[in-house]
């Protein structure tokens, strides 16, 4: 089992930065995928950003292309979201969540940080 343990949310004004970051803990070696969800209040959880352990290939939904970048520490097990232009609509609980080598879901899943981004 892989352990993950986010932090860096808080609130900010519109247009505004923040980076995350996610630290993972345990079984890292059967890391496959480390993806970034959020779950706005009323809404179903969303995907948002993913890396490949390796760090080669990344992914993001449309509306957070160009705005938000994914990234890993290779001298550490932490994968950061640096989000920058962000919007109310940004608003959210971030959590992150590992997807293992051959699985095709996430299974892990950390406790979430909370985003506040003010109009």
């Known amino acids: 089992q892989v352990q993950l343990v986010e932090s860096g949310g808080g609130l900010v004004q519109a247009g505004g930065s923040l980076r995350l970051s996610c630290a993972a803990e345990?079984?890292?070696?059967?890391?496959?995928?480390l993806g970034w969800f959020r779950q706005a209040p009323g809404k179903e959880r969303e995907f948002v950003a993913a890396?490949?352990?390796?760090?080669?290939?990344?992914y993001y939904a449309d509306d957070v292309k160009g705005r938000f970048t994914i990234s890993r520490d290779n001298a550490e097990t932490t994968v950061y979201l640096q989000m920058n232009s962000l919007k109310p609509e940004d608003t959210a609980v971030y959590y992150c969540a590992v997807r293992k080598i051959s699985r095709n879901e996430y299974d892990d899943w950390g406790q979430g940080t909370q985003v506040t981004v003010s109009s």
């Open positions: 890396i490949s352990w390796g760090g080669s290939s990344t």
């Open positions: 345990g079984s890292t070696f059967n890391i496959y995928r």
